[in-house]
T-cell receptor
Framework: DAGVIQSPRHEVTEMGQEVTLRCKPISGHNSLFWYRQTMMRGLELLIYFNNNVPIDDSGMPEDRFSAKMPNASFSTLKIQPSEPRDSAVYFC??????????FGDGTRLSIL | EDQVTQSPEALRLQEGESSSLNCSYTVSGLRGLFWYRQDPGKGPEFLFTLYSAGEEKEKERLKATLTKKESFLHITAPKPEDSATYLCAVLQNSGYALNFGKGTSLLVTP
């Protein structure tokens, strides 16, 4: 079975550029989560979607971050403009009902 | 505020040397406590869910236990392939988001 698929796996870009991260959740899962992982803060939730609707975006750092889920099989996380402090690994996870969350392999983002 | 603290931060074991990892938590109403394994360059991989104090789950050389304040991940006779970062997370009764600890980095040497 295909797991959660994220792209790109690595992204290096210059400060000020727009960055778009992509996620395909596991088929049949109705919950989708975006997390950010850093050495200092560990894994932190950015935003949670249920049935394609954003339920909680309180973890989104600031207005430069936005996320969409146009359908059940695709979500994007966009940063515009990007800053060096946004450098981190971004994970997407999906789940159904009360089942455990399953994570993708992440996008390692470096902003120069 | 919910807190999850894992100890030790790092652990080095010889192959076959059993040990335990600790996850202490404070949460108002625990729906579940989760253990994940994370390999370098990969996402967290689900291992166990524990729901109530006294519950135990086992998988190969790993056994997870739960009390009202903490969880332990016991590793029996570890092998080098058990080397990874082990993450603990809690889910509140009223929540949906996992609150993760910072993990224990385990290195098992031959």
């Amino acid at each position: 079975d295909a797991g959660v698929i994220q792209s790109p796996r690595h992204e290096v870009t210059e400060m000020g550029q727009e960055v778009t991260l992509r996620c395909k959740p596991i088929s049949g899962h109705n919950s989708l989560f975006w997390y950010r992982q850093t050495m200092m803060r560990g894994l932190e939730l950015l935003i949670y979607f249920n049935n394609n609707v954003p339920i909680d975006d309180s973890g989104m750092p600031e207005d430069r971050f936005s996320a969409k889920m146009p359908n059940a099989s695709f979500s994007t996380l966009k940063i515009q403009p990007s800053e060096p402090r946004d450098s981190a690994v971004y994970f997407c996870a999906s789940s159904s009902s009360d089942q455990p969350q399953h994570f993708g392999d992440g996008t390692r983002l470096s902003i120069l | 505020e919910d807190q999850v603290t894992q100890s030790p931060e790092a652990l080095r074991l010889q192959e076959g040397e059993s040990s335990s990892l600790n996850c202490s938590y404070t949460v108002s109403g625990l729906r579940g406590l989760f253990w994940y394994r994370q390999d370098p360059g990969k996402g967290p991989e689900f291992l166990f869910t524990l729901y109530s104090a006294g519950e135990e789950k086992e998988k190969e050389r790993l056994k997870a236990t739960l009390t009202k304040k903490e969880s332990f991940l016991h590793i029996t006779a570890p092998k080098p392939e058990d080397s990874a970062t082990y993450l603990c997370a809690v889910l509140q009764n009223s929540g949906y988001a996992l609150n993760f600890g910072k993990g224990t980095s385990l290195l098992v040497t031959p």
